[in-house]
C-alpha cells in the first residue's frame, strides 16, 4: 500500500489522531487494570489486605523490568516498521516483525530464569520487610510462569497500532482485561488463593492475549505478517531495532529503579506504612501516564509514516495536536489528585491510617505531573523521527539524572516528605528542558530529513 493509499498519508491528521488514539487510549487504560485491579482486590481481603497489598507494590519493579524488555524490542521496532512502510518497503518492515518476535521469546526466557534464581535478595533489596516478603513472593513466583504471555502480548501488540489497527490493538488488550477482571475474584476469593490467584489470573489472561495477537499477525487481516522465513536474527537490523528501542526501555527500566529507590527511602525513613502508600499512588499515576502514552502512540504511526514519506508539514502538524491534547489532559489530573486525594485512595483500601497517610502525601506526589505531558510530546516525536540519542537521553533525564538523586538527598533534609518531593521537582525540570531542546532541534531534523 503506498503512500497515497495509506490513511496514514491522506487522512486529516486532527481525525486521523482521533481515530488512532482512542483506542490506544483505551487500550492502555484497559492494560492498568492488570495491575489495579490486582491492587483493588488484594487491599480488600479482610484483616491482611493492607499487608498484601504493599507486598504486591514491592514486587512492582521487577513486573515494569519484564515490560521494559517488551518495550526494549516492540517500541523500537514499531517506528522502523512504520517509516518502511511510508517508504514502500513491506517486505522490510515484515522482517522487523520476524526478528522481533525471535527476540522477544528469547529475552522472555533469559529474565524468567534470572529472576527466579535472584527473586528472594531483589525482593528485600526492593524494600521487603519480613512481614510483607511472603505476599510478594507468592504473587511473583507465579506471574514468573507467564513471563512469555507479557513478553509477547506487549512486544507485538506495537505492530498492530503501526499498521493503523488501533482498535484491533485495543481489543488484543481488552480481551486479557476483562479475563483478568472475571477471574480474579474467582482465584482470589472463590478459591481462597489470595495474591497467588492474583497472578494466576493476570498470567491466564495475558496468554490469551498473546494468542490473539499472534493469531491476527500471521492471518490475512494483518499488511504485515508473521512469515517462517522472517524468524531470523540478523545482526545489523537488531542494532537498528535495540537503538530505537533504548529510550522506550530506558524509560520503563528506569520506572523500576525509581520505585526500588523510593520503596527503600520510605521503608526506611517511614516503614511499611509508607511503603503502602506508593503502592497505591504509583496505581493511580498509571492511570495518567499510561493513557497519555496511549496518545503518543497512536500519533507515532502518523509521524514515522509520514516522515518516511517526505510528507513533513503532516508529521509537524500531528506534533502540535498531540502537544495540546496531553498537556490538557495531564492537567486535569493533577488537578483531580491534588484536590481529591481522598477519593482516590479510597478505592484501594480501607485501612483508616494508610488512608490517612496516603491522602496526606498526594498533593505533593502529583504537584508537577501536569508537566508530564510536555516531555512526553517531545520524547515521542524525537522517537518517531528516528532521534534515538535525543530521545534517549530525555528518557534519562527525568528519572535517573533528577528523580533518583532527589529522592536520595531531599530526605536527608526534609524527612521523608522529602521523598515525595522528588517527583513533582523532576517532573516539571525535565518537561521544560525537553521542550526547549525540541524547539531548538526541530527545524535540524526536519531540514535534513534524516533517520537517526
Known amino acids: 500500500m503506498n503512500s497515497a493509499q495509506n490513511p496514514l498519508g491522506t487522512q486529516p491528521i486532527g481525525r486521523l489522531l482521533v481515530k488512532l488514539a482512542i483506542p490506544t487510549v483505551i487500550a492502555q487504560l484497559i492494560n492498568v487494570l492488570y495491575n489495579i485491579v490486582d491492587r483493588i482486590y488484594i487491599g480488600n481481603i479482610p484483616e491482611t489486605g493492607a499487608m498484601a497489598l504493599t507486598g504486591l507494590g514491592i514486587t512492582f519493579p521487577i513486573l515494569m523490568i519484564i515490560s521494559a524488555f517488551a518495550a526494549f524490542v516492540g517500541m523500537g521496532a514499531a517506528p522502523l516498521a512504520s517509516m518502511r512502510m511510508g517508504e514502500g518497503r513491506d517486505e522490510d518492515a515484515e522482517k522487523i516483525l520476524g526478528t522481533s518476535c525471535v527476540l522477544l521469546l528469547l529475552l522472555a526466557v533469559v529474565l524468567t530464569a534470572v529472576i527466579f534464581v535472584f527473586k528472594r535478595p531483589l ?33 507485538l501488540n506495537t505492530f498492530i497500532s503501526a499498521q493503523g489497527f488501533a482498535a484491533t490493538a485495543m481489543l488484543s488488550v481488552l480481551i486479557g482485561a476483562i ?31 498473546a494468542a490473539w495477537i499472534v493469531l491476527f499477525l500471521v492471518s490475512r487481516r ?22 530505537l528501542g533504548i529510550s522506550p526501555f530506558v524509560m520503563q527500566a528506569t520506572e523500576s529503579l525509581v520505585n526500588i529507590v523510593l520503596n ?43 516522515f518516511g514519506a517526505g510528507n513533513v508539514d503532516r508529521a509537524k502538524e500531528t506534533f502540535r495536536k498531540l502537544l495540546v491534547s496531553i498537556l490538557i489532559y495531564t492537567t486535569v489530573c493533577c488537578l483531580l489528585m491534588v484536590f481529591l486525594p481522598s477519593v482516590f485512595a479510597r478505592v484501594f483500601t480501607a485501612d483508616a491510617s494508610l488512608l490517612e497517610l496516603t491522602a496526606k502525601m498526594m498533593p505533593i506526589y502529583f504537584a508537577g505531573i501536569w508537566a508530564f505531558g510536555l516531555q512526553l510530546s517531545c520524547q515521542i516525536t524525537f522517537l518517531s523521527l528516528g532521534q534515538a540519542k535525543i530521545s534517549l537521553f530525555l528518557a534519562l533525564l527525568r528519572k535517573v539524572f533528577l528523580l533518583i538523586p532527589l529522592a536520595l ?44
Open 123 to 155: 525482593l528485600y533489596l526492593f524494600g521487603a520487610s519480613d512481614n510483607i516478603f511472603g505476599y510478594a513472593d507468592d504473587y511473583l513466583t507465579i506471574y514468573l510462569m507467564g513471563t512469555v504471555f507479557v513478553m509477547l502480548a506487549l512486544g
Open 179 to 209: 479475563c483478568n477482571i472475571i477471574l480474579d475474584p474467582v482465584f482470589i476469593f472463590l478459591f481462597g488463593m489470595g495474591v497467588q490467584g492474583a497472578a494466576l489470573a493476570t498470567i491466564l489472561s495475558q496468554g490469551i492475549s
Open 222 to 243: 494483518s499488511r504485515l505478517r508473521i512469515r517462517r522465513e522472517n524468524l531470523r536474527l540478523p545482526p545489523a537490523l537488531i542494532r537498528s531495532i535495540l537503538a
Open 264 to 306: 527503600r527511602g520510605l521503608q526506611d525513613y517511614g516503614g511499611d506504612l509508607y511503603v503502602g502508600t506508593l503502592a497505591i499512588m504509583t496505581s493511580l499515576l498509571q492511570f495518567i501516564t499510561l493513557p497519555s502514552q496511549g496518545v503518543a502512540q497512536g500519533a507515532q504511526p502518523i509521524i514515522s509514516y509520514n
Open 409 to 452: 538527598i531531599l530526605p536527608h533534609f526534609f524527612g521523608v516528605v522529602g521523598i515525595y518531593w522528588a517527583e513533582p521537582i523532576a517532573d516539571m525540570v525535565s518537561a521544560f528542558t525537553s521542550f526547549g531542546l525540541f524547539m531548538a532541534n526541530r527545524n535540524r531534523i526536519f531540514q535534513h530529513h534524516q533517520v537517526g
